[in-house]
C-alpha cells in the first residue's frame, strides 16, 4: 500500500486544520491507518489509529478532545480533525498503515508501511 499525507499548512493557537491521508495500491479496509507527528528534536509519537471497520479508534491520551479520526472508504482516504491546536502540536504528522495486527496500536513496528509526512505549524 502506499500512503500520502497531505494537508498540513501554518494556523494560529487556537484554530483547526483537517488531514488527509490517501492510500492506494491495495484494498484499503484491509489495514489499521494511524497518524504519528515528529516535532523538532523530539521522538516520534502516536497521535491516534483507527481500525479496519471504522468502528474502533485509539487516541493519545493527551490529545483525545481535540483531534477526531475517520475513514472515508469510498475514498480510500484518513481524515484527522485537529481542533484548539497549539503551539507543541508543530510537527511533522505521517499515516503509517497497519496489515497485521489484530487491533489498533499505539507502537510504531506495528506499522509496516510508512509515506512521507506533512507539516503542521501552529504559531503563537
Known amino acids: 500500500v502506499q500512503l500520502q499525507a497531505f494537508g498540513g499548512g501554518l494556523v494560529q493557537a487556537g484554530g483547526s486544520l483537517k488531514l488527509s491521508c490517501a492510500a492506494s495500491?491495495?484494498?484499503?479496509?484491509?489495514?489499521?491507518i494511524g497518524w504519528f507527528r515528529r516535532a523538532p528534536g523530539k521522538v516520534r509519537e502516536f497521535v491516534v489509529a483507527?481500525?479496519?471497520?471504522?468502528?474502533?479508534?485509539v487516541y493519545a491520551d493527551a490529545l483525545q478532545g481535540r483531534f477526531t479520526i475517520s475513514r472515508d472508504y469510498a475514498k480510500n482516504t484518513v481524515y484527522l480533525q485537529m481542533n484548539s491546536l497549539k503551539p507543541e502540536d508543530t510537527a511533522v504528522h505521517y499515516c503509517?498503515?497497519?496489515?497485521?495486527?489484530?487491533?489498533?496500536?499505539?507502537?510504531?513496528?506495528?506499522?509496516?508501511?510508512w509515506g512521507q509526512g506533512t507539516q503542521v505549524t501552529v504559531s503563537r
Open positions: 503509517p498503515a497497519d496489515r497485521y495486527s489484530q487491533y489498533v496500536s499505539r507502537t510504531d513496528p506495528r506499522y509496516d508501511y
Open positions: 495500491g491495495a484494498t484499503f479496509s484491509d489495514y489499521i
Open positions: 483507527i481500525g479496519r471497520n471504522g468502528n474502533s479508534a
